[in-house]
């Protein structure tokens, strides 16, 4: 064949193939979609993760810090219950019952009268000396304490003469507004007999 018989020569007939295939540029607007598609999605995924995990992260730390003020409230409920004096009654009772609630407000409430006469019959006076605490559990509105106090105590029965002891309490405790309010007092001496 000569040059002439090539270029008059017909095209070979197109295949069924070729007439179905996308153009270039299409495959490649359908890749890009699908990657952007991938990205948006594990974008999204990210920031889900990542918002749990943050909230994850402030729930810990709002734990520990419910943890940290409940526990210096104990110690602090610990000094205050174990320190009196027989001569200046009413700023310990004060004291008491401005941080408690509940059942223990009520139950010191209607004791008090026959504690103030005992005290000053015995002319009582004590003293807290180191407060130990420990937290046994706690929430963010709720904890329970366990506290010892070193205590000095004296009256008419140790000739006004100190004696040290220990004082072990158990304490419930509740937040209210941002104070954290003593509501139950357990201890083996203040348990009555039935």
């Known amino acids: 064949m000569t040059d002439t018989d090539e270029s ?11 007439d179905t295939a996308a153009p270039p540029s299409t495959s490649r607007n359908r890749t890009t979609a699908i990657v952007v598609a991938l990205a948006v999605a594990l974008g999204i995924g990210g920031t889900a993760a990542g918002g749990y995990f943050g909230w994850q992260n402030h ?18 409920y610990g000094s205050v219950l174990s320190t009196y004096n027989a001569t200046d009654l009413d700023a310990y009772f004060a004291a008491v019952l ?42 963010t509105d709720t904890a329970e304490a366990l506290v010892v106090v070193d205590q000095s105590v004296a009256s ?12 072990s309490i158990t304490l419930s405790l509740a937040k209210s507004g941002d104070r954290w309010l003593t509501s139950k007092v357990s201890s083996p001496m203040l348990r009555t007999t039935p």
Do not use: H, M
């Open 8 to 18: 008059t020569a017909p095209a070979p007939p197109e295949s069924e193939e070729t």
């Open 156 to 167: 008419v029965g140790t000739q006004q003469q100190p004696r040290r002891g220990q004082l």
């Open 98 to 139: 401005d941080r408690a609630t509940g059942a223990w407000k009520q139950e010191f409430e209607s004791t008090s009268a026959d504690l103030r006469e005992v005290l000053i019959q015995g002319r009582v006076q004590s003293t807290a000396g180191t407060v130990d605490c420990a937290i046994a559990t706690s929430g």
């Open 59 to 76: 729930r810990a730390s709002e734990l520990e810090r419910s943890r940290t003020e409940a526990r210096a409230a104990a110690c602090a």
